[in-house]
């Protein structure tokens, strides 16, 4: 494993640190700190959009760093690395939450989270719900992520 392995694994990280604490500032810091203010659904949305950007650039990065620190690890990605091996199975978790936590963030930020601002600026609330859970699930699904991560980063064995 040379440099170029490394860049990518820290770029990996980089891009993993960005998406999680980019989401967590969001209820953490950001809600809390504006829940009284009279622009507040404003800041909402351009918290948001600004977020979007980043993320989907963030998770674009997250996909090309992943795949480029398989292949200059030297695996190579067949059928039997996936289902003999400990390390590929592992690694099958972690794709799939990747999938699914990119599939939520589609409609979160596409559908349901744009239309939820739309209504919250008519006084109408009935996808607010739908828009914060969402947004809690790809937390967890993040930190689901970034767990299996870990695990295949110390070697991939339970």
């Given at each position: 494993m040379?440099?170029?392995?490394?860049t990518?694994?820290?770029?990996?990280?980089?891009?993993?640190?960005?998406w999680?604490?980019?989401?967590?500032?969001?209820?953490?810091?950001?809600l809390?700190?504006?829940?009284?203010?009279?622009?507040?659904?404003?800041?909402?949305?351009?918290?948001?959009?600004?977020?979007?950007?980043?993320?989907?650039?963030?998770?674009?990065?997250?996909?090309?760093?992943?795949?480029?620190?398989?292949?200059?690890?030297?695996?190579?990605?067949?059928?039997?690395?996936?289902?003999?091996?400990?390390?590929?199975?592992?690694l099958?978790y972690?794709?799939?939450?990747?999938?699914?936590?990119?599939?939520?963030?589609?409609?979160?930020?596409?559908?349901?989270?744009?239309?939820?601002?739309?209504?919250?600026e008519q006084?109408?609330?009935?996808?607010?719900?739908?828009?914060?859970?969402?947004?809690?699930?790809?937390?967890?699904?993040a930190?689901?992520?970034?767990?299996?991560?870990?695990?295949?980063?110390?070697?991939?064995?339970?």
């Amino acid at each position: 494993m040379g440099a170029l392995y490394y860049t990518s694994v820290f770029f990996h990280l980089l891009f993993a640190t960005l998406w999680i604490g980019g989401m967590l500032f969001l209820p953490l810091v950001l809600l809390p700190a504006i829940k009284n203010h009279p622009d507040k659904i404003k800041l909402i949305l351009a918290t948001g959009l600004k977020f979007r950007t980043l993320g989907w650039v963030v998770l674009i990065g997250l996909a090309i760093t992943g795949t480029a620190n398989i292949y200059l690890r030297g695996f190579a990605l067949t059928l039997e690395f996936f289902t003999d091996t400990e390390y590929g199975q592992i690694l099958i978790y972690k794709l799939i939450l990747f999938s699914v936590t990119l599939l939520i963030s589609g409609v979160h930020d596409f559908l349901i989270g744009t239309k939820a601002i739309e209504e919250m600026e008519q006084g109408i609330s009935r996808l607010k719900n739908i828009a914060r859970w969402s947004g809690r699930i790809n937390l967890l699904l993040a930190l689901a992520v970034a767990f299996f991560g870990l695990v295949l980063a110390r070697g991939g064995v339970w």
